[in-house]
């Protein structure tokens, strides 16, 4: 069924790219939004535009009942639930194509399989992907997990089973701080996701976050090369990067063949991400979890291959088959994206909601920012702070920096402070710049004097 009309099920930046990918294609859109959004830019691009409820997001955005309906109502033929929210939650896919739609991603099936980080992992294990040495499954009980880590040792990371975004997390490095972390992360994420069921893996020292994205129709699979997602805070992705820095190409290939096979044991539909542990030191990887789902990160590789992520999951979504083959793509050139939010690096990354005053944004080839923002748009403080996304793309890793630095000066967000002097101050930095960083990087960094004065400087310029 070719899609003619769309439901955007998501809000700010994600849902405007989301618009202008359908409208390409000449697919009419109509956008949810709750009563905190109704001046928002998502709202005032679409066609058509319902409200779905006041601005908490437990009774808007995660509410499967009234989305559905409101797709109903809308005459719609699809529904993309963009990243977040509920995008990864399989009852709503289910509910989706229960009301006769499409839903624009994975089968409710797949979601559910690969949502579960045990059920994952033992798929990776049927496609010969390496996991990170932990338990075999879920633990049932804080005696099950000491058998465990007498294999492993210590450090190991407690990690929720129905987990992602970093919650439900707790690093152990003894057995003491163990017996206290293990009752906490089951009910941080008993609280977040409505499981507390947990898994236990082994700490990778000096890892690197390396992603694979992959498209698939449920019949062909293709990667489109990796990202790497090491520079993190409290294990959120700020800084992503297409390719990998420092991965060997032998590495690369094995990495990227080996989220193919993860694809093609599920048989995979639509747009979805592996990710995984690099350990720089033996060159092992390990796999971590499937995002089935657009990530934030999705323009860096866009911008190194060509490929419209999002128009691809429509097409594929009505009904056509992969566009694209593995020999057809090829990487060119380096890409960088910064993600641009409303808190303030110099305050502990203390969120700023408030008026957008003048805004200027960075202008030339190869540059992109993909925002919700406009002058005098109020940003809403019931939601997540990311304001946007800055991507830059150069022929080489070193010309990347260099325009990604000349952006960031000309990035100007008024009436409200931003991590803009963060990025700044990281693209300025010679390990950076160098390539020397791991997922710990930016947490330390940020603990020290030169970081400390660095980002006040850029707060007062």
């Known amino acids: 069924m070719t899609i003619r009309s769309l439901l955007i099920a998501n809000r700010g ?90 839903f624009v991603g994975p089968t409710g099936g797949t979601i559910r399989l690969l949502g579960d980080k045990v059920a994952a992992r033992e798929v990776a294990r049927r496609a010969g992907v390496p ?38 997390i707790r690093v152990a490095r003894s057995e003491a701080e163990f017996e206290q972390l293990f009752p906490q992360a089951s009910a941080e994420a008993q609280a977040a996701f409505g499981d507390g069921g947990l898994y236990v ?40 990067e297409a390719g990998a820095v420092m991965l060997p ?14 694809a093609r044991e599920v048989s995979y539909r639509g747009a979805g991400t592996v990710e995984y542990l690099y350990d720089e030191e033996t060159g092992a990887f390990y796999f971590i979890e499937v995002n089935t789902r657009i990530q934030v990160e999705h323009p860096i590789t866009e911008m190194i291959t060509g490929v419209d992520l999002v128009a691809e999951m429509l097409r594929i979504a009505s009904g056509e088959p992969l566009s694209i083959r593995q020999d057809d793509l090829k990487v060119s050139g380096h890409s960088i994206e910064c993600r641009i939010n409303a808190e ?11 008026v957008v005053g003048a805004l200027a944004t960075p202008e030339g080839e190869h540059v992109r920012f993909d925002t919700m923002l406009y002058e005098g748009y109020q940003i809403p403080p019931f939601y997540d702070s990311l304001l946007g996304k800055l991507i830059v793309w150069g022929k080489n890793r070193d010309a990347a920096l260099e325009r990604l630095r000349s952006a960031l000066a000309d990035l100007k967000i008024g009436g409200l402070p931003t991590t803009v002097p963060l990025h700044a101050a990281l693209a300025a930095n010679p390990d950076v710049q160098a390539g020397r960083f791991d997922t710990l990087f930016l947490e330390n960094w940020l603990q020290t004097e030169e970081a400390i004065r660095q980002l006040k400087k850029e707060e007062v310029a």
């Open 249 to 262: 190409d032998a590495v690369r290939g094995r990495l990227c063949e080996s989220a193919v096979a993860i």
């Open 201 to 240: 893996e082994k700490v990778i020292g000096k890892a690197r976050h390396v992603e694979v994205q992959l498209i698939g129709d449920g019949q062909r699979f293709v990667h489109c090369f990796e990202r790497e997602c090491s520079l993190q805070r409290r294990r959120q992705k700020v800084w992503e």
């Open 344 to 354: 303030d690096p110099a305050r502990n990354f203390m969120p700023f909601p408030g």
């Open 131 to 168: 996991t990170v040495p932990g338990s075999a499954g879920r633990i049932s009980d804080i005696t099950e997990a000491r058998d465990v880590i007498a294999g492993s040792g210590f450090p190991v990371m407690i990690k929720a089973a129905a987990g992602g975004g970093g919650r439900g």
């Open 13 to 102: 930046e994600i849902a405007v790219r989301i618009n202008r990918a359908a409208k390409a294609l000449g697919i009419r859109c109509v956008q949810v939004y709750s009563d905190a959004d109704a001046d928002s830019l998502a709202v005032r691009l679409a066609d058509e535009s319902v409200n779905i409820g006041p601005p908490p997001a437990a009774k808007s955005y995660l509410d499967i009942g009234t989305i559905v309906e409101a797709a109903r109502r809308a005459g719609v033929d699809a529904v993309h639930p963009g990243y977040g929210f509920l995008a990864e939650n399989a009852d709503f896919a289910d509910s989706v194509e229960a009301a006769g739609l499409i």
